[in-house]
């Protein structure tokens, strides 16, 4: 990358998540049709990283560091957006920097990780250019802008709990209804944020997901009133409600409890949500001493959140890898979107 006297440079990072319950409550319209939803995730430190530096011309470059892929144009209203990296494109083109930029984005999860890391990469694209053009858009429009281009760039409905758990970070309820989306804080205590992330073990099961694939089929199934579709979702809002109420309480015997519920209901809801490899992780985790386990995103592969019985921890650690897990080491983000000039 180029540097020109009197560019400006401006870097922004957001942390992932890792989904507790509710998901897929956050998808539009499926929380309208289910009278409302609630998802509950914890912001993780696997962070998503975007630099930007203006140029002396027009032109644009696109570089991702994990992926290695780059693309560049002439200017802004050239970028195709049908390429690799073109979900980068589309949304450099909506925010539209007034000069030529050079932008380097690096997501530290490994891809098809099922912790919202494309989401939480817009949101920090869209916070550094909101930063470079000077505009000062209130951060929520993040999301709504987000949540819309991500759904031109796959043809399908798309959630909103990615965009919000990479906006605020912590550990949080976000409400979904006619009205929109409102966020609480379900653990504000460091102390207690320390021993809920103690408890929780982080996998990558070696299997990628795509996520719009699952929530498409199991919003269909929903709208077709598929059998069994509706109660399951009926569930799963019921667990994260109950979970909310667990969180506030800091009940995490309870909690344990909960979140096997929410992976029992939610196997149920589309074919391809577990698969024989996953199965035998969890079984391996609760042979040695795990209260729970469940799979991140919408299923199918990507990451698995385990919760641990108190001083089991490295004994479901080794059962996880002895089962062909990669643990994945993190602590809960205590903060959301950070810019800053440099």
């Not at 998802?39 to 027009?58: G, H, K, M, P």
């Not at 290695?68 to 494109?89: M, Y």
């Not at 506030?248 to 149920?268: N, T, V």
Request: hydrophobic share 40%; proline share 4%.
């Amino acid at each position: 990358m180029l540097w020109q006297e009197g560019s400006m440079i401006v870097e922004a990072r957001t942390p992932t998540r890792i989904d507790l319950s509710g998901g897929t409550l956050d998808l539009y319209p499926l929380y309208l049709f289910a009278g409302g939803g609630i998802t509950n995730n914890a912001a993780i430190d696997l962070w998503s990283e975007v630099r930007i530096e203006t140029r002396a011309d027009s032109q644009v470059r696109l570089k991702s560091v994990d992926t290695g892929q780059e693309l560049a144009a002439c200017c802004v209203a050239e970028l195709p957006v049908d390429r690799e990296l073109g979900f980068v494109a589309r949304v450099v083109k909506f925010y539209a920097p007034r000069t030529g930029v050079d932008v380097i984005t690096n997501n530290r999860p490994p891809h098809g990780s099922g912790l919202g890391a494309s989401s939480a990469l817009l949101i920090a694209l869209s916070g550094a250019l909101d930063r470079l053009n000077g505009t000062g858009m209130d951060p929520a429009l993040f999301v709504e802008y987000g949540a819309n281009l991500e759904a031109q760039a796959i043809e399908i409905p798309t959630g909103k709990q990615d965009y919000l758990a990479a906006l605020y970070g912590g550990v949080n309820a976000f409400h979904f209804d006619v009205r929109g989306w409102e966020r609480e804080q379900l653990i504000r205590d460091e102390e207690k944020l320390r021993a809920f992330e103690e408890r929780i073990v982080l996998t990558f099961t070696g299997e990628t997901h795509f996520s719009g694939t699952s929530n498409w089929n199991m919003l269909k199934r929903y709208i077709d009133n598929a059998p069994g579709s509706r109660e399951n979702m009926g569930r799963i809002k019921q667990v994260a409600q109950e979970m909310r109420e667990a969180l506030l309480a800091f009940d995490l015997g309870r909690f344990g409890e909960l979140l096997a519920r929410e992976w029992e209901s939610r196997k149920r809801l589309a074919d391809g949500v577990t698969t024989p490899a996953i199965d035998r992780m969890v079984e391996a985790a609760a042979s040695a001493g795990a209260a729970a386990s469940k799979i991140c995103g919408a299923g199918g592969g990507g990451c698995m959140i385990t919760f641990v019985e108190p001083g089991r921890r490295k004994a479901v650690e080794a059962a996880l890898e002895g089962a062909g897990a990669t643990l994945m080491p993190f602590r809960i983000a205590r903060e959301g979107l950070t810019v800053k000039e440099v």
